[in-house]
């Protein structure tokens, strides 16, 4: 009995200080509803009581429908508080469902092992939004255009990629309903914050491009508007689409033609050799700016793309082997004429073997 009695004290003892050294952990943040094909953080706060209790690992129900959108959260700490956010995506209402439903949490501790009841967040209509006839499709928390490029895509159209940055932001689903063809391409995705290179095929008349998206901060449709002026396009983007000479070229060789023309003045001015020497020096860099490109042998059937990325969207096949000029090169990319007007990107395994 005395055993017994030992027992019983010894764990009426431990088990309040096991139960007060334990993390104490549960969701701080998620939103109460959500729209169709939004991106959302759900945030789970440990809460240490005591310093000898860690969360190990949390983990959500594989066998879930919903899984968030990458496996590891995003940690930030705050004194002894600690906040995992997880980002979730909702799926259209075409799919029949109403509501997403997060999963089980599966927490792992030092001291325990426990889990977090799912949780279910209506989803609302993108259409009771009222979206006006530019919305692109993209709810963000917020959105900004870092740069944009026009060049030519073919004889009667221009091609406008646009650099965009976000936060918390469905950019896979981007489009331009009134544009020829439009699509994103490099996106890029850490936790809230995407990015990727918005491509809209345009008419050549068309001398402005604009498109909305929803912000889910301030509960209000954003109208973004560019010009669509090919002269922009020398000093907009790094993806190097513009054809062949752009205004910093043609400055460049204005430049030189200048200092040319005036070295052999001061020359036949003064007769002074050093400004013969000077004038020779600018005409030889002179020539240098219209020395040909090199020319490359494509392959019959090769593929081109609109930008030189491996999800690029294929704009056309080469219908014919033909040699063409070498406008540019990135990566394992080409940048050629297919012919007037019509610019674009093959990968180096079409270039034809010598």
């Known amino acids: 009995m005395g055993d017994l009695r030992s027992i019983i004290l010894f764990w009426a003892v431990l088990f309040p200080a096991l139960l007060w050294s334990q993390t104490e952990i549960g969701y701080s943040y998620a939103p109460k509803k959500v729209y169709e094909n939004q991106v959302f953080p759900v945030t789970v ?14 983990r959500f129900d594989t066998s879930s429908a919903h899984k968030p959108l990458f496996d590891a959260p995003l940690v930030v700490k705050n004194g002894n508080d600690v906040f995992y956010t997880f980002y979730f995506k909702t799926p259209s209402l075409k799919n029949g469902k109403t509501y997403i439903q997060i999963p089980r949490l599966f927490i792992r501790t030092n001291l325990s092992q426990n889990s977090l009841d799912p949780m279910s967040i209506p989803i609302r209509s993108l259409d009771s939004l009222h979206p006006p006839k530019d919305f692109s499709g993209v709810l963000a928390a ?7 490029q026009v060049s030519n895509y073919d004889t009667k ?4 990629t646009i650099s965009l940055e976000a936060n918390e932001a469905n ?9 020829i063809q439009s699509g994103i391409e490099d996106l890029l995705r850490e936790h ?12 050549r008349a ?15 449709f954003i109208p973004l508007h560019i010009k669509v002026e090919l002269a922009n396009a020398s000093v907009t983007t790094q993806s190097d689409l513009n054809p062949k000479v752009d205004a910093f070229k043609r400055l460049k060789r ?5 200092l040319s023309l005036f070295f052999m003045l001061m020359f036949f001015w003064k007769r002074d050799i050093f400004y013969l020497v000077l004038g020779v020096v600018s005409l030889i860099t002179l020539m240098t700016f219209y020395i040909p490109h090199k020319k490359i042998c494509v392959k019959q059937g090769a593929p081109l793309y609109i930008l030189p990325t491996q999800t ?4 056309t096949h080469v219908a014919d082997r033909f040699t063409t000029m070498l406008l540019g090169e990135r990566g394992e990319f080409k940048k050629i004429e297919l012919k007037q007007g019509v610019i674009g990107w093959i990968k180096d395994e079409e270039i034809c073997k010598q």
């Open 45 to 58: 706060i440990s809460a240490a009581v005591e310093n000898n209790d860690t969360v190990h690992s949390l």
């Open 142 to 148: 917020s959105l900004r255009i870092k740069n944009y």
């Open 157 to 160: 159209n221009h091609l406008v």
């Open 171 to 179: 950019l896979e689903d981007i489009k331009a309903p009134e544009a």
């Open 192 to 203: 809230a914050k995407a990015s990727g290179d918005f491509y809209v095929v345009l008419p």
């Open 206 to 220: 068309q001398k402005e491009f604009g498109f909305s998206y929803y912000d889910t901060v301030k509960r209000r």
């Open 254 to 258: 204005y430049s030189m033609i200048a």
């Open 312 to 315: 690029s969207t294929v704009s």
